[in-house]
C-alpha cells in the first residue's frame, strides 16, 4: 500500500497541471478587449474626419485654418472625403437636383418640400391687379458661384431665386391686359419670356431655371365678376354669329343637296331616254328583221307553189292526178256513179275525169 502512494501521487500530478485553463480563457477577453480599441481607434477618428456626400449633393470644401484658406473651387462628387476636425476644414453641401418655387396663396396645395411664397401680385396693362400662382422649377448648375456669390446653406432660396420671381413674373406678365390672360398662347409666351429673364439674372449666381408655370390666377371678386359677364355676352355675340354662319352653311349645304338631286334627275332621264331610244330601235330592227324574215319565207312558199304549179301542169300531171285519184278511191267496196248524160262519171275514162278536175283544159269547173 505504501508503495503505491507515490504512483497515486504521480496521477494527481496532470490533473493540477490543467487548472490554467481559467487564464486561456482570460487572454480571449483580453484580446477581444484590444480589438475593441483599435477599432474605436480607427472609427473614431474616421467619423471626424470623414465627411459623406449624398447622391443628390454637391460638396463644397472650406479650409479655415491652413495654407489653403478659403473655398476650394473644387466640387466634391458623392461619397465620402476627409475633412480635418475642430472647425480645421468643413464640407458645405448643396442640392443636385430639381428644387421648386411655388407662389401661391394656397399653401396647403403646394408641392411637398417646396420653398412657397406668397402669389405673384400684378398689375395688368388695363391697370387690374391679379393674383398669379406659379411654380417656378430651378436647380444649381455651378455650386460654387452660388456659394460665393449667395452664400452656403439655404440661402440660394431666399437670397438668390425669391427676390427675383415676383418682379421678373410683372415685368413679363404685366404686359397682358385683364382679357389677355385668359389667352393661354399668348400667356405662355410670357411665361417663357419670365423664365429667358430669370436665367439672365440667375445664370451669373450659378442657377438655371427649367421651367415657369402658371396653375391659375384670380381677380377680385368684382373684377372676376365684370370679366364672367363680359365673358358671357361675347359667348352670346359668338354663338349668334355662329347659328348665323351655321344658317348661311346649312342654306348653301341644301342648295348643292338640291342641284346635286338636280343633276342627278336629269343624268337619270338621259339614261332612261338613251335606254328608250335603244330600246325602240332594237324593236324596229327586230320587226324589221322580222318582216324580212316572213317576206323571204313568203316568197318561198310562192315560189314553191309556182313551181308546184308549174310541175303539175307538165307532161306527168295527169299520172299524179291519176296516182291521188286512185289513192281516193282505195277502200270503197262498192261505188255507184251515173255512168250516162253530162254529169256522168266513168271511172275508166281517164280523160272525163281529167277535165272533170280542170286538170286539163277544157274541163267543166
Given at each position: 500500500?505504501?508503495?503505491?502512494?507515490?504512483?497515486?501521487?504521480?496521477?494527481?500530478?496532470?490533473?493540477?497541471?490543467?487548472?490554467?485553463?481559467?487564464?486561456?480563457?482570460?487572454?480571449?477577453?483580453?484580446?477581444?478587449?484590444?480589438?475593441?480599441?483599435?477599432?474605436?481607434?480607427?472609427?473614431?477618428?474616421?467619423?471626424?474626419?470623414?465627411?459623406?456626400?449624398?447622391?443628390?449633393?454637391?460638396?463644397?470644401?472650406?479650409?479655415?485654418?491652413?495654407?489653403?484658406?478659403?473655398?476650394?473651387?473644387?466640387?466634391?462628387?458623392?461619397?465620402?472625403?476627409?475633412?480635418?476636425?475642430?472647425?480645421?476644414?468643413?464640407?458645405?453641401?448643396?442640392?443636385?437636383?430639381?428644387?421648386?418655387?411655388?407662389?401661391?396663396?394656397?399653401?396647403?396645395?403646394?408641392?411637398?418640400?417646396?420653398?412657397?411664397?406668397?402669389?405673384?401680385?400684378?398689375?395688368t396693362s388695363d391697370g387690374f391687379y391679379v393674383d398669379v400662382d406659379v411654380s417656378i422649377l430651378y436647380r444649381i448648375v455651378d455650386p460654387y458661384k452660388?456659394?460665393?456669390?449667395?452664400?452656403?446653406?439655404?440661402?440660394?432660396?431666399?437670397?438668390?431665386?425669391?427676390?427675383?420671381?415676383?418682379?421678373?413674373?410683372?415685368?413679363?406678365?404685366?404686359?397682358?391686359?385683364?382679357?389677355?390672360?385668359?389667352?393661354?398662347?399668348?400667356?405662355?409666351?410670357?411665361?417663357?419670356?419670365?423664365?429667358?429673364?430669370l436665367n439672365e439674372n440667375l445664370n451669373p449666381m450659378g442657377i438655371h431655371v427649367e421651367h415657369v408655370l402658371v396653375r391659375y390666377f384670380t381677380y377680385?371678386?368684382?373684377?372676376?365678376?365684370?370679366?364672367?359677364?363680359?365673358?358671357?355676352?361675347d359667348q352670346l355675340v359668338f354663338k349668334n354669329q355662329a347659328e348665323a354662319r351655321a344658317a348661311v352653311e346649312e342654306a348653301a349645304l341644301k342648295k348643292?343637296?338640291?342641284?346635286?338631286?338636280?343633276?342627278?334627275?336629269?343624268?337619270?332621264?338621259?339614261?332612261?331616254?338613251?335606254?328608250?331610244?335603244?330600246?325602240?330601235?332594237?324593236?324596229?330592227?327586230?320587226?324589221?328583221?322580222?318582216?324580212?324574215?316572213?317576206?323571204?319565207?313568203?316568197?318561198?312558199?310562192?315560189?314553191?307553189?309556182?313551181?308546184?304549179?308549174?310541175?303539175?301542169?307538165?307532161?306527168?300531171?295527169?299520172?299524179?292526178?291519176?296516182?291521188?285519184?286512185?289513192?281516193?278511191?282505195?277502200?270503197?267496196?262498192?261505188?255507184?256513179?251515173?255512168?250516162?248524160?253530162?254529169?256522168?262519171?266513168?271511172?275508166?275514162?281517164?280523160?272525163?275525169?281529167?277535165?272533170?278536175?280542170?286538170?286539163?283544159?277544157?274541163?267543166?269547173?
Amino acid at each position: 500500500m505504501a508503495e503505491q502512494q507515490p504512483a497515486d501521487r504521480d496521477k494527481a500530478q496532470p490533473t493540477e497541471k490543467k487548472a490554467p485553463a481559467p487564464k486561456r480563457k482570460s487572454s480571449w477577453k483580453g484580446k477581444f478587449f484590444v480589438f475593441i480599441i483599435l477599432v474605436l481607434v480607427l472609427l473614431i477618428p474616421a467619423v471626424f474626419l470623414l465627411k459623406y456626400v449624398k447622391p443628390n449633393e454637391f460638396g463644397i470644401k472650406v479650409v479655415k485654418i491652413g495654407f489653403k484658406r478659403g473655398v476650394h473651387e473644387k466640387i466634391y462628387p458623392p461619397g465620402l472625403h476627409i475633412v480635418l476636425p475642430f472647425s480645421m476644414e468643413e464640407m458645405e453641401k448643396l442640392p443636385k437636383d430639381i428644387q421648386i418655387l411655388e407662389l401661391t396663396n394656397h399653401p396647403e396645395q403646394a408641392t411637398k418640400g417646396a420653398r412657397t411664397e406668397k402669389a405673384a401680385h400684378i398689375q395688368t396693362s388695363d391697370g387690374f391687379y391679379v393674383d398669379v400662382d406659379v411654380s417656378i422649377l430651378y436647380r444649381i448648375v455651378d455650386p460654387y458661384k452660388v456659394f460665393t456669390i449667395i452664400g452656403p446653406g439655404e440661402l440660394y432660396e431666399s437670397n438668390g431665386i425669391v427676390p427675383h420671381a415676383e418682379p421678373r413674373l410683372k415685368d413679363a406678365l404685366g404686359e397682358l391686359t385683364t382679357e389677355e390672360f385668359y389667352n393661354s398662347p399668348l400667356r405662355v409666351e410670357k411665361t417663357e419670356a419670365a423664365k429667358k429673364m430669370l436665367n439672365e439674372n440667375l445664370n451669373p449666381m450659378g442657377i438655371h431655371v427649367e421651367h415657369v408655370l402658371v396653375r391659375y390666377f384670380t381677380y377680385s371678386e368684382e373684377i372676376q365678376r365684370n370679366i364672367e359677364e363680359k365673358k358671357l355676352k361675347d359667348q352670346l355675340v359668338f354663338k349668334n354669329q355662329a347659328e348665323a354662319r351655321a344658317a348661311v352653311e346649312e342654306a348653301a349645304l341644301k342648295k348643292i343637296v338640291q342641284e346635286g338631286k338636280a343633276a342627278v334627275d336629269v343624268q337619270l332621264e338621259k339614261g332612261r331616254a338613251y335606254a328608250t331610244r335603244r330600246n325602240a330601235e332594237k324593236d324596229l330592227y327586230a320587226r324589221k328583221k322580222k318582216a324580212e324574215a316572213d317576206l323571204e319565207v313568203k316568197l318561198a312558199e310562192a315560189e314553191k307553189i309556182r313551181l308546184k304549179n308549174e310541175a303539175l301542169s307538165g307532161t306527168g300531171a295527169e299520172r299524179l292526178v291519176g296516182l291521188k285519184m286512185a289513192d281516193a278511191f282505195k277502200g270503197l267496196d262498192v261505188i255507184v256513179l251515173p255512168s250516162d248524160g253530162p254529169a256522168g262519171v266513168n271511172p275508166l275514162d281517164l280523160d272525163n275525169a281529167l277535165k272533170l278536175f280542170d286538170v286539163r283544159k277544157g274541163g267543166a269547173k
